[in-house]
Protein backbone atom coordinates (compact mmCIF):
# COMPACT_ATOMS: atom_id res chain seq x y z
CA UNK A 1 0.00 0.00 0.00
CA UNK A 2 1.21 3.85 -1.15
CA UNK A 3 0.79 6.18 1.72
CA UNK A 4 -0.13 9.42 -0.06
CA UNK A 5 0.06 13.08 1.11
CA UNK A 6 -2.07 14.97 -0.30
CA UNK A 7 -1.67 18.90 0.33
CA UNK A 8 -4.71 20.94 -1.31
CA UNK A 9 -7.39 23.15 0.22
CA UNK A 10 -9.79 22.80 -2.61
CA UNK A 11 -12.48 20.19 -1.44
CA UNK A 12 -13.57 19.62 -5.25
CA UNK A 13 -9.88 18.93 -6.09
CA UNK A 14 -8.97 16.47 -2.98
CA UNK A 15 -12.31 15.03 -4.14
CA UNK A 16 -11.23 14.34 -7.68
CA UNK A 17 -8.07 12.71 -6.72
CA UNK A 18 -9.14 10.69 -4.12
CA UNK A 19 -11.85 9.37 -7.01
CA UNK A 20 -9.00 9.19 -9.60
CA UNK A 21 -7.09 6.99 -7.32
CA UNK A 22 -9.95 4.74 -5.54
CA UNK A 23 -9.03 1.79 -7.47
CA UNK A 24 -5.71 1.56 -6.37
CA UNK A 25 -4.08 0.35 -2.68
CA UNK A 26 -3.27 4.25 -1.78
CA UNK A 27 -4.12 5.65 1.51
CA UNK A 28 -4.41 9.27 1.33
CA UNK A 29 -3.84 11.64 4.26
CA UNK A 30 -5.28 14.82 3.07
CA UNK A 31 -4.31 18.38 4.87
CA UNK A 32 -5.79 21.39 3.59
CA UNK A 33 -2.87 24.11 4.80
CA UNK A 34 0.40 24.34 4.87
CA UNK A 35 0.69 25.01 8.54
CA UNK A 36 -1.65 21.70 8.74
CA UNK A 37 0.46 19.90 6.76
CA UNK A 38 3.75 21.21 8.63
CA UNK A 39 2.27 20.11 12.04
CA UNK A 40 0.70 16.63 10.67
CA UNK A 41 3.86 15.64 8.56
CA UNK A 42 5.24 12.19 9.83
CA UNK A 43 8.53 11.59 8.24
CA UNK A 44 9.09 7.79 6.96
CA UNK A 45 5.51 7.16 6.95
CA UNK A 46 4.54 8.35 3.30
CA UNK A 47 5.32 6.92 0.06
CA UNK A 48 4.44 10.01 -2.17
CA UNK A 49 3.42 13.77 -1.10
CA UNK A 50 1.43 15.61 -3.84
CA UNK A 51 0.60 19.30 -2.90
CA UNK A 52 -1.38 22.12 -5.05
CA UNK A 53 1.21 25.35 -6.37
CA UNK A 54 -1.55 27.83 -4.36
CA UNK A 55 -2.31 26.64 -1.12
CA UNK A 56 -4.43 29.50 1.05
CA UNK A 57 -2.04 32.56 1.14
CA UNK A 58 1.04 29.53 0.96
CA UNK A 59 2.51 28.00 -1.98
CA UNK A 60 3.36 24.13 -1.88
CA UNK A 61 7.00 25.09 -2.50
CA UNK A 62 7.02 26.20 0.86
CA UNK A 63 5.95 23.38 2.36
CA UNK A 64 8.41 21.41 -0.01
CA UNK A 65 11.04 23.90 0.94
CA UNK A 66 10.09 23.34 4.82
CA UNK A 67 10.81 19.58 4.22
CA UNK A 68 14.08 19.67 2.51
CA UNK A 69 15.45 22.21 5.28
CA UNK A 70 14.19 19.71 8.37
CA UNK A 71 14.61 16.55 7.76
CA UNK A 72 16.77 14.02 6.02
CA UNK A 73 16.58 13.30 2.46
CA UNK A 74 15.74 9.16 3.66
CA UNK A 75 12.57 11.01 5.77
CA UNK A 76 10.69 13.04 2.78
CA UNK A 77 9.34 10.49 0.12
CA UNK A 78 8.84 12.03 -3.62
CA UNK A 79 7.19 15.21 -4.34
CA UNK A 80 4.52 16.13 -7.11
CA UNK A 81 3.60 19.64 -7.33
CA UNK A 82 0.58 20.59 -9.41
CA UNK A 83 -0.93 23.93 -10.30
CA UNK A 84 -3.52 25.07 -12.88
CA UNK A 85 -1.30 27.97 -14.09
CA UNK A 86 2.95 28.38 -12.94
CA UNK A 87 5.47 30.09 -14.28
CA UNK A 88 9.04 28.78 -15.02
CA UNK A 89 10.76 30.44 -12.36
CA UNK A 90 8.35 28.78 -9.95
CA UNK A 91 8.88 25.32 -11.92
CA UNK A 92 12.41 25.38 -11.07
CA UNK A 93 11.96 26.66 -7.78
CA UNK A 94 9.49 23.76 -7.16
CA UNK A 95 12.55 21.10 -8.70
CA UNK A 96 14.67 22.77 -6.40
CA UNK A 97 12.85 22.45 -3.21
CA UNK A 98 12.35 18.56 -4.38
CA UNK A 99 9.62 17.96 -6.39
CA UNK A 100 10.23 15.31 -8.60
CA UNK A 101 7.22 16.34 -11.04
CA UNK A 102 5.10 19.82 -11.86
CA UNK A 103 1.66 18.62 -12.72
CA UNK A 104 -0.85 20.44 -14.80
CA UNK A 105 -3.83 20.99 -12.72
CA UNK A 106 -6.29 21.63 -16.08
CA UNK A 107 -5.46 17.54 -16.51
CA UNK A 108 -8.33 17.27 -14.03
CA UNK A 109 -11.10 19.28 -16.15
CA UNK A 110 -11.56 17.19 -19.10
CA UNK A 111 -11.52 12.90 -19.33
CA UNK A 112 -8.87 12.61 -21.11
CA UNK A 113 -6.29 15.15 -19.02
CA UNK A 114 -7.57 13.16 -15.78
CA UNK A 115 -6.92 9.58 -17.76
CA UNK A 116 -3.06 11.86 -17.98
CA UNK A 117 -3.33 12.53 -14.71
CA UNK A 118 -4.73 9.22 -13.44
CA UNK A 119 -1.69 7.33 -15.68
CA UNK A 120 1.17 9.60 -14.16
CA UNK A 121 0.13 8.69 -10.86
CA UNK A 122 -0.65 5.19 -11.04
CA UNK A 123 2.59 4.21 -13.15
CA UNK A 124 4.61 6.28 -9.90
CA UNK A 125 1.47 3.72 -7.07
CA UNK A 126 3.36 0.73 -9.54
CA UNK A 127 6.87 1.82 -9.64
CA UNK A 128 6.42 2.28 -5.45
CA UNK A 129 4.14 -0.67 -5.29
CA UNK A 130 4.75 -3.46 -7.80
CA UNK A 131 1.86 -5.84 -6.21
CA UNK A 132 -0.77 -3.07 -6.93
CA UNK A 133 -3.56 -4.96 -9.13
CA UNK A 134 -5.36 -3.46 -11.97
CA UNK A 135 -7.72 -0.45 -11.37
CA UNK A 136 -11.86 -1.87 -11.51
CA UNK A 137 -13.02 -0.16 -14.56
CA UNK A 138 -15.13 3.09 -14.49
CA UNK A 139 -16.40 6.67 -15.98
CA UNK A 140 -14.69 9.63 -14.37
Known amino acids: MLELYLVEDS ?3 AFMIQRL ?18 ASFEPGKYGLILTDYNVGSQTGIEFLAYLQ ?6 EIPDRFLYSAAISEDAKKAAVAAG ?3 VLNKKLFTTK ?5 LTDC ?18 AV
Open 69 to 74: TTYKPE
Open 112 to 116: EGRKE
Open 21 to 38: LCDYDVRITHVETIDDAI
Open 121 to 138: LIQYIRHASPSTPPPVSH
Open 99 to 101: AKK
Open 11 to 13: DDD
